[in-house]
Antibody, heavy 115, light 115 residues
Framework: EVQLVESGGGLVQPGGSLRLSCAAS????????MNWVRQAPGKGPEWVSYISVSGTIFYADSVRGRFTISRDNARNSLYLQMNSLRDEDTAVYYC?????????WGQGTLVTVSS | QAVLTQPASLSASPGASASLTCTLRSGINVGSYRIYWYQQKPGSPPQYLLR?????????GSGVPSRFSGSKDASANAGILFISGLQPEDEADYYC?????????FGGGTKVTVL
């Protein structure tokens, strides 16, 4: 069974940085495309970033140039480095397989950007 | 204009049927896309319902009742989630999703109220 456990969220000031992690188990991570999806309070889900098995990467326009997705297949882990954080980045962040959410979601990690 | 447009809300009576639309922006042909549908209830991440591209390319999510089904209206350039025999537990937010130009794109969601 697919299991995804996100961590690394917290309270950060505007302009600050955070690194999110996702521990994956129950499937062959190294053969799996992965995504980050976020959901702001009271809003719908928003796709953030995608990384393929070969390392092809895509970003949403809203985060391009500020966020960096990466993976460590040896550790079955997915990461999201978030820099220059803005108020509008406040959300619960989920890592997902591909397509997003077809496999079970993790519990997410809350990122709050506020002064 | 948004890539995907969903009506903000829909109300229906228990036992009735409901058609939720996901309209693609002009210039994006619905026939070319797999459309994914999700149901979200308060406090939980979106749950995968089904995907639909054509009658020969469709998938029902694991454990999703057959009263949830997908289709397309080519004349309206829209994907449709059809719910038959509405039940009180179907009251939720519903989102559509496509892969378009190197990005996963969610619709804004439809809030379904079962009166």
């Amino acid at each position: 069974e697919v299991q995804l456990v996100e961590s690394g969220g917290g309270l950060v000031q505007p302009g600050g940085s955070l690194r999110l992690s996702c521990a994956a188990s129950g499937f062959t991570f190294s053969n799996s495309i992965m995504n980050w999806v976020r959901q702001a309070p009271g809003k719908g889900p928003e796709w953030v970033s995608y990384i393929s098995v070969s390392g092809t990467i895509f970003y949403a326009d809203s985060v391009r140039g500020r966020f960096t997705i990466s993976r460590d297949n040896a550790r079955n882990s997915l990461y999201l480095q978030m820099n220059s954080l803005r108020d509008e980045d406040t959300a619960v962040y989920y890592c997902t397989t591909d397509p997003p959410g077809v496999d079970p979601w993790g519990q997410g990690t809350l990122v709050t950007v506020s002064s | 204009q948004a890539v995907l447009t969903q009506p903000a809300s829909l109300s229906a009576s228990p036992g009735a049927s409901a058609s939720l639309t996901c309209t693609l922006r002009s210039g994006i042909n619905v026939g070319s896309y797999r459309i994914y549908w999700y149901q979200q209830k308060p406090g939980s991440p979106p749950q995968y319902l089904l995907r639909y591209k054509s009658d020969s390319d469709k998938q029902q999510g694991s454990g999703v009742p057959s009263r949830f089904s997908g289709s397309k209206d080519a004349s309206a350039n829209a994907g449709i989630l059809f719910i038959s025999g509405l039940q009180p537990e179907d009251e939720a937010d519903y989102y559509c999703l496509i892969w378009h130009s190197g990005a996963w794109v969610f619709g804004g969601g439809t809030k379904v109220t079962v009166l």
